[in-house]
């Protein structure tokens, strides 16, 4: 140690009055060696080894992991490397850093993880092989940790996956109420369409009126389910699973109703609001002083939600906040000359549904 301080420190002295650029030249800096005996890969090999992990060069890659001490990669590249193997679904180079500890659960800059990677690529058979190689004995893994990478694998399969996966998850005894920074798998089957996975989700007791931390966080007037399931069911659109999710709701008070239904309003999904009028929603629900009809009318434009919702006792003609009817809005933006003539159509159509039936 001794000889390679007094080696930098002549060559210190011979570089007085020149560059730092010469200085670096005379005392060995290139490609990451100095000096002081120290050799560790520059930024070009560890770009290099991405791209093997990339092109799934197995051979290559062993090559390259020789560079490092005790061919051992450092934390961040071992994850990046992991990213992209598992994006080319390279299995050999997945087990390779599986072994050294790379984490499947860990997400890159793009906020994705390893397993997410695979179920996109459809690589089922490599998403298996990291959910079992979150067994490998290796330093600094505890049982929370491993519990964490079980529940970052369930939430990946309940938004990429199929219902086996999610299945087989769920028999491992991953809880189903796990969530990321703002979603749990039952908001993640929702999302996807997923019939099946949610129903398997509901039976493993996943709540769907529960609100994850994040929404609690924003400022509400009072209980809402705003960020919860039951209302992501709602803003999917798909009738059948909200049916399902309702059902497995405790039976939801007046004002969740509603709630649900102003939501629905927004969205041409006839199905959802037909069905939340059955179980029970107020047609003259409203919202700062918006009704569900005039929402139906004006955002979702919707002429089967509009007869839906005034066949269920709505009123085209109650005035809003702003003393305007749905009838007089929509025949407003009928008569605006920069409204373009398929608005206009749309529009037209809206209107008629809005007169109401003769007696």
């Known amino acids: 140690m001794q000889t390679h301080l007094n080696s930098l420190a002549a060559a210190s002295k011979s570089c007085a009055g020149v560059s730092i650029g010469a200085f670096l030249c005379l005392i060995h800096i290139d490609g990451g060696s100095t000096a002081l005996g120290r050799q560790q890969p520059d930024y070009r090999v560890e770009n290099a080894l991405v791209g093997v992990c990339q092109r799934c060069e197995a051979d ?5 992991i ?16 992991l990213s992209a193997a598992a994006k080319a679904c390279c299995e050999p180079i997945v087990s390779a850093l599986l072994d050294q500890g790379a984490d499947p659960s860990v ?25 079992l190689g979150m ?33 087989a998850l ?9 969530q990321d920074s703002i979603h749990t798998p039952l908001h993640h089957a929702i999302a996807a369409g997923d019939a099946q996975s949610v129903t398997l989700l509901l039976r493993a007791g ?17 209980p809402s389910l705003r960020g919860s399931a039951v209302m992501f069911a709602v803003d999917a659109c798909r009738a059948e699973i909200l049916e399902l999710v309702l059902n497995a709701c405790e039976p939801l008070h007046s004002q969740s109703l509603d709630e649900l239904l102003i939501q629905a309003a927004f969205r041409p999904a006839p ?18 002083g918006r009704s569900a009809l005039e929402l139906a009318a004006i955002a979702a434009k919707s002429p089967e939600m509009v007869r839906i919702l005034i066949n269920a006792g709505a009123n085209p003609d109650a005035p809003n906040a702003q003393s305007l009817s749905p009838r007089a809005i929509v025949a407003g933006i009928i008569d605006s000359e920069n409204r373009s003539p398929e608005l206009r159509e749309r529009m037209q159509q809206v209107l008629e549904a809005l007169e109401r039936p003769k007696d």
């Open 60 to 64: 290559r890659f062993e090559q390259l």
């Open 170 to 178: 769920l028999a491992m005894g991953i809880e189903p109420d796990v």
């Open 206 to 222: 996943a709540q769907p009126k529960h609100v994850p931390f994040f929404h609690r966080l924003e400022d509400h007037d009072g």
């Open 135 to 167: 067994d490998i004995p290796v330093d600094g893994r505890d049982d929370l940790t491993m519990q964490r990478r079980k529940e970052a694998a369930l939430l990946a399969a309940a938004r990429w996956g199929t219902s086996h996966e999610v299945a």
């Open 271 to 288: 199905e959802s609001v037909a069905l939340l009028l059955e179980r029970g929603a107020n047609p003259l629900a409203t919202t700062s």
């Open 107 to 131: 997400k890159d800059e793009f906020w994705w993880s390893a397993f997410e990677k695979a179920l996109v690529g459809d690589c089922r058979t490599l998403f298996w092989d990291l959910v």
């Open 66 to 81: 020789e560079q490092w001490p005790d061919s051992r990669l450092p934390a961040d590249l071992k994850q990046r490397s």
